[in-house]
């Protein structure tokens, strides 16, 4: 007889788990005849920890569940022991002796026994069935699955995926305290909430809820609503089989914000937590000094909580598990050994300062014979002009944007935004500083903000370092046309659509028979070419016919100018084009938005093909085009009265006025362009400010070639010709 077992009944009473054993035997549960002793052992493991919630109806499954813990088969171990422990009254048993207990007199009473402490590898246990019940709790239609419990989630307020709704509702529309980008991001995850399951994503708060725990419970770390918000987006969001749905997060904020502590906590749950099979974690920099910065606060993570470091070995380059099955290193980008190896977890420290993006393609292709990697990348701004991170920046902003449709990605830019006053407006500080007054002090801040005010020498670092912004960018020329301000004229609720092809669709033959002028740009090799088609105004709704077609009830016609784009490229050279514009062509193509002709430069005919079949489907009065590369497409179609084409000559003196015109109609919200996302990325690259002598012509951002402007110039073409017609203009008699 143990110990134990002689304790409990010299005291006149029977264990917990002698009871549960009791209870089992008196269901008829009986273990199976001739089962080995791995077996019994697990037999018996099960017993104790399920007993008080068995049936007599649970052998089989009891057996089952035996039979997969002995072959280590622990998805299907976990199937069984998540239904177990969903049913009312499960609580997992840990009753141990207390010296008290078994120095006591016979006739003592009986102290009550303490509630069972949570573990960490019952932790992990867990986690482990939360995966595994993945595919049970998930319902097709429903973006949010359903809790451990098997009962619809409920947004308790106190739970870590509560917190995080809460924080992304409080934010999305909070510009005091969130910036451009933040706002974005929660809106983006709050959208998702609604929409996700139709794009195979569920949203699963009990795996978000299972990061936030370990990170509070055995890492030490009290987390701020951001890095809530940030565990419970990665670590939440899941793809159909239960795999996740990020691979890949950008994190950037100010100085001192915490990033390093929550990189630590990702690589941590990475080695033990994550699900993987022999977990290779690496955390990366430039040198290996910073990249041991994390590994220092993951190294003492483990040293501050006993059951951590049972479970991890710390060595002074490794935090290793088990013999060899899985170990946490830190690299240096500039080591040699980068390539060959498979990482499951990769935490990318200060990106900003990496010199290009080849470790990040030695290290990315790595992950791919993985079954849910992720690449963790935190960092805050750089100030080198066009490097591997500003890149990252630039594709993280376009998918925030919703030019790149990005469902891998999570992305979190705490910044302040360009037009905020940081050096005067302490409150946007926290649109940066998201850890301010607990991991960064204000008077820190406005110690270094006086510096800056005395000394202007050091405005770029505080830009950089507490305004999170890239200040070469930020201290230079900017695109004129406020982007925020374009995207609200896309108006895709005017027709109804619900998304830009889908207006183009509705848009174009409620107006076939209005006037439109055409602008047409150019670009054989290096650019795109660019054709705009320009109503002054238009009908929003189909006019009223009657059976022969014609037309007996006209639609009202709205006052604005509608704006419709087509591009076209060679097909050649996409790949390098997209790498070096920073920009998704492949996606463009794809969809519909970029056409692609064969070759390596644009064909004429292929053009003026493209501009015969609109002047048949459209009633053209005109088209303005610039002479250069042009000017024998639109001779042509003019000797043949195809079209009327003018040659718009592009000089301050000409395109001022159209330029100006079209600046009013964005002020004034008269122009509706219905969201196509490459005229939109042609926006945000031009400048259309006054010279010295007053006079405006579109040009390139920083002179910058790889910034396109195709997409404008057309337009203000076509503004051009628009302005040139009379006011009035008699409508061609026609029907459809």
């Known amino acids: 007889m143990s110990k134990r ?12 788990v002698e009871k549960e054993r009791r209870k089992v035997q008196e269901l008829d549960i009986v273990r199976p005849q001739g089962l080995d002793r791995n077996l019994r052992n697990w037999w018996a493991k099960a017993i104790e920890e399920f007993g008080h919630v068995l049936t007599g109806e649970d052998a089989t499954a009891l057996l089952a569940y035996c039979e997969a813990r002995a072959a280590k088969d622990k998805v299907a171990a976990e199937i069984v022991a998540a239904e177990f422990r969903g049913r009312a009254g499960y609580q997992r048993l840990e009753v141990r002796p207390t010296a008290e207990a078994q120095a006591a007199p016979d006739n003592a009473p009986v102290p009550p026994v303490e509630a069972p402490v949570h573990t960490l590898a019952a932790f992990l246990a867990d986690a482990e069935a939360t995966r595994a019940s993945f595919a049970q709790r998930r319902i097709d239609d429903v973006t949010v699955t359903l809790d451990t419990t098997g009962q619809p989630y409920t947004w ?9 709704r809460a924080y992304a509702l409080a934010g999305k529309d909070d510009t005091a305290h969130m910036g451009e980008w933040m706002r974005k991001a929660c809106a983006r995850f709050l959208s998702d909430l609604e929409t996700g399951a139709s794009r195979g994503l569920w949203f699963d708060p009990a795996a978000g809820r299972a990061i936030c725990e370990f990170a509070e419970r055995y890492c030490g770390i009290r987390l701020m609503e951001w890095q809530v918000f940030a565990l419970c987006n990665i670590y939440g969001w899941k793809r159909v ?7 890949e997060s950008l994190i950037s904020t100010g100085k001192k ?18 699900g993987e099979k022999h977990p290779d974690c690496f955390s990366v920099a430039t040198k290996k000094d910073q990249a041991r910065i994390v590994f220092r606060d993951a190294k003492r993570a483990v040293g501050d909580h006993p059951e951590l470091a049972a479970h991890i070995k710390r060595w002074s380059g490794s935090l290793m598990i088990g013999n060899d099955e899985g170990e946490f290193v830190p690299l240096a980008s ?38 849910q990697p992720l690449i963790f990348e935190i960092t805050t701004a750089g100030n080198k002009p066009r490097c591997f991170a500003q890149q990252k920046f630039d594709i993280g902003e376009k998918i925030l944007n919703g030019i790149i449709a990005d ?25 940066s500083n998201p850890s301010l007054g607990v991991t960064l002090q204000a008077e820190h801040l406005r110690k270094t903000r006086d510096e800056v005010l005395v000394d202007a020498t050091g405005l770029p670092a505080w830009v950089q370092y507490h305004c999170n912004r890239w200040a070469e960018r930020d201290l230079a020329e900017q695109g004129t046309i406020s982007i925020a301000r374009w995207e609200e004229l896309a108006r895709l609720d005017l027709i109804g659509a619900k998304d830009p092809m889908d207006a ?41 016919r009657n059976a022969i077609g014609n037309v007996t009830t006209w639609a009202d016609e709205v006052d604005m100018r509608f704006l419709l784009v087509g591009y076209f490229m060679p097909e050649q050279g996409i790949d390098e084009k997209a790498k070096h514009w920073g920009v998704p062509l492949h996606t463009w193509i794809k969809e519909g938005w970029i056409k692609t002709f064969p070759g390596d430069m644009i064909d004429d005919l292929d053009v003026e093909k493209e501009l015969r079949l609109l002047a048949q489907n459209l009633t053209v009065y005109s088209l303005g085009f610039d002479k250069w590369q042009a000017e024998t497409i639109c001779g042509r179609l003019h000797s043949e009265k195809v079209v009327e084409c003018f040659a718009v000559p592009q000089i301050p003196s000409v395109l001022t006025t159209p330029s100006r015109e079209f600046k009013n109609d964005i002020k004034r919200g008269t122009v509706v362009h219905f969201g196509n996302p490459v005229l939109r990325w042609n926006i945000e690259n031009v400048v259309l400010a006054e010279d010295d002598h007053g006079g405006i012509k579109p040009r390139k951002v920083n002179g910058d070639d ?23 203009i008699n409508p061609k008699v026609f029907s459809i």
């Open 5 to 16: 077992k002689s304790i409990d009944k010299a005291q006149g009473h029977l264990s917990k």
């Open 156 to 164: 308790p307020a106190d739970d870590f995926a509560a917190r995080a």
């Open 241 to 247: 089989l239960g795999q996740r749905r990020f691979t």
């Open 257 to 274: 914000n915490g990033k390093t502590r929550l990189a630590a906590v990702i690589a941590l749950w990475g080695l033990l937590a994550d």
């Open 334 to 371: 500039e080591e040699n050994s980068l390539d060959g190896l498979r990482p499951s977890t990769i935490v990318m420290d200060e990106v900003a300062f990496w010199d290009d993006r080849l470790t990040f393609d030695k290290l990315a292709k790595g992950v791919v014979s993985r079954p």
């Open 407 to 431: 469902d891998t990605t999570f992305v979190a830019i705490f910044s302040v935004d360009r037009d905020d006053d940081h050096l005067h407006n302490e409150e946007c500080w926290y649109k």
């Open 504 to 544: 183009y669709a509705k848009f174009v033959p409620c107006n076939k028979g209005k006037h439109v002028w055409v602008g047409l740009d150019l670009g054989k090799v290096n650019d795109m070419t660019a054709i705009v088609v320009l109503w002054r105004n238009g009908y929003l709704k189909p006019h009223v």
């Open 706 to 728: 790889n910034r396109k402007i195709d997409g404008v110039s057309a337009t203000i073409n076509a503004y051009s010709r628009m302005l040139a017609a009379p006011a009035s």
